[in-house]
Nanobody, 121 residues
């Protein structure tokens, strides 16, 4: 089985920084894309940033220039450095991974359990 475990959430004042990490473990043949999503109370889950094996990245407009996604392919780990945090960044942050468990199987998207990020004004 595949597990994704996030860490690094917490509380911070506006303007501060937090770093999240997500470790994928278990039966993994290859990971194509890893990403971070977030969900605030009453809102739908939304994209924050994604990164492919090649290193190409994609960011939501709301976080461009403030957040940086990175990835260690050897460790199956994805990171999210969040700077200049705003109260509207408050949400549960989830990582995901689009991966294959075995050669020749279809890829599947796995999700972590989420980690709370709270930004106070």
């Amino acid at each position: 089985q595949v597990r994704l475990v996030e860490s690094g959430g917490g509380s911070v004042q506006a303007g501060g920084s937090l770093a999240l990490s997500c470790d994928a473990s278990g039966r993994i043949f290859s990971i194509y894309e890893m990403g971070w999503y977030r969900q605030a109370p009453g809102n739908q889950r939304e994209l924050v940033a994604t990164i492919r094996t090649s290193g190409s990245t994609n960011y939501a407009d709301s976080v461009k220039g403030r957040f940086t996604i990175s990835r260690d392919n050897a460790k199956n780990t994805v990171y999210l450095q969040m700077n200049s945090l705003k109260p509207e960044d408050t949400a549960v942050y989830y990582c995901n991974a689009d991966l294959k468990e075995e050669r020749g199987t279809d890829p599947y998207i796995y999700w972590g359990q989420g980690t709370q990020v709270t930004v106070s004004s």
